[in-house]
């Protein structure tokens, strides 16, 4: 259902992104982006989507949109 979330601190309960690309943990200290360890706990939260795909209307015509 889920797919599996790579663990990453940028995406973890205990990691605070910083300026400069670097993440304050609450249990290692600073570390990379793309560090990871035992207590990773992922926070959906501060995970960015992507963008959705832009809509393509151009296949239908007025006719579509009246009622």
Known sequence: MFRK????CA????GTMLRDGTVA???KG???ADC????????P???I???????DFGKYD???FSL
């Not at 995406?11 to 205990?14: D, E, S, T």
């Not at 989507?49 to 809509?55: E, F, I, R, T």
Request: charged residues 40%; aromatic residues 14%; hydrophobic residues 25%.
């Open 5 to 8: 979330m790579e663990k990453n």
């Open 36 to 43: 990871k360890c035992r207590s990773f706990n992922y926070d």
């Open 45 to 47: 939260l501060k995970r």
């Open 49 to 55: 989507p992507s963008k959705p795909k832009a809509l």
């Open 62 to 64: 007025d006719e579509d």
């Open 11 to 14: 995406y973890c309960y205990y």
């Open 30 to 32: 600073v570390v990379e």
């Open 25 to 27: 943990c609450a249990k």
